[in-house]
C-alpha cells in the first residue's frame, strides 16, 4: 500500500524556521516526483514546491522561493521541506504529494494526511 | 496564465446525480486535469485523471459512481447514487513544465 507520512509541524515565531519530513513507503520513491502541498485554514489548495525523482528538477511557487528549500534522500525514503523566513501567511496544514506517472509533471495520486504549520507570536 | 475555474459551491438530494465544472483558462483547453475529492478534516484523495477527450483514468477503490467527461475548456465530475460521504470539497488540478495549479475547490452539500 502507497503510504506517505508527514511530520515536523508545529508553533513557531515569525522569521523562524522548520524543516517538514514526509516518509514514503510502499513504491519505489527514487522514480517518481514529489510535492509539498498547503492549506491555509477555511481555504483552498496551493501548490508549494516540486521535486523530481533524482533532484536534478526542482520548482517553488513565487510565494515560498528563496526562503523553502525542498530536497529528498532517495535511500530513505524520504521528502523534506526546510521552510525559513516564516510568515504568518505561511501558516497551514502541509500535505506531501506522489505523482502519479514516471514523469516530468502530471496528477497527484496519493497524499498524506498532513502536517500543521502555525507562525505566530 | 494556467488558471482552472470552479464554482464555489453545489448542492443535490441524497440518492441524485451531480455535475461539477472545472474550466479551463485560455488557450489551455486541450490540457488534462485531475480531480481531487476532500472531505471534512481529512486530506485530498485522488479520484481520477480527466484528458481532454473525456477518457478518465480513475484511482484505486473511486467507485463507479464517480465519471468524468469534457467539453471544449470544461471539464467535469459527476457524481451518480449521492451518499452522505460525498459531501466534501472538490478540487480539480492542471499541471505544466514547473508548475501545478489547483482550482478554488467547490463545496458539495448532500441533501
Not at chain 1, 66 to 85: A, E, H, P, V
Not at chain 1, 86 to 107: F, H, N, Q
Request: with cysteine.
Amino acid at each position: 500500500e502507497v503510504q506517505l507520512v508527514e511530520s515536523g509541524g508545529g508553533l513557531v515565531q515569525p522569521g523562524g524556521s522548520l524543516r517538514l519530513s514526509c516518509a514514503a513507503s510502499g513504491f519505489t520513491f527514487r522514480s517518481f516526483a514529489m510535492n509539498w502541498v498547503r492549506q491555509a485554514p477555511g481555504k483552498g489548495l496551493e501548490w508549494v514546491s516540486f521535486l523530481s525523482g533524482s533532484g536534478a528538477n526542482l520548482y517553488y511557487a513565487d510565494s515560498v522561493k528563496g526562503r523553502f528549500t525542498i530536497s529528498r534522500d532517495n535511500s530513505k525514503n524520504t521528502l523534506y521541506l526546510q521552510m525559513n523566513s516564516l510568515r504568518a501567511e505561511d501558516t497551514a496544514i502541509y500535505y506531501c504529494a506522489k505523482l502519479a506517472v514516471v514523469a516530468a509533471s502530471g496528477p497527484f495520486d496519493c497524499w498524506g494526511q498532513g502536517t500543521l504549520v502555525t507562525v505566530s507570536s | 496564465q494556467l488558471v482552472l475555474t470552479q464554482s464555489p459551491s453545489a448542492s443535490a438530494s441524497l440518492g441524485a446525480s451531480v455535475k461539477l465544472t472545472c474550466t479551463l483558462s485560455s488557450g489551455h483547453s486541450s490540457y488534462a486535469i485531475a480531480w481531487h475529492q476532500q472531505q471534512p478534516e481529512k486530506g485530498p484523495r485522488y479520484l481520477m485523471k480527466l484528458h481532454n477527450d473525456g477518457s478518465h483514468n480513475k484511482g484505486d477503490g473511486v467507485p463507479d459512481r464517480f465519471s468524468g467527461s469534457s467539453s471544449g475548456a470544461e471539464r467535469y465530475l459527476t457524481i451518480s447514487s449521492l451518499q452522505s460521504d460525498d459531501e466534501a470539497d472538490y478540487y480539480c488540478q492542471t499541471w505544466d513544465t514547473g508548475v501545478q495549479v489547483f482550482g478554488g475547490g467547490t463545496k458539495l452539500t448532500v441533501l
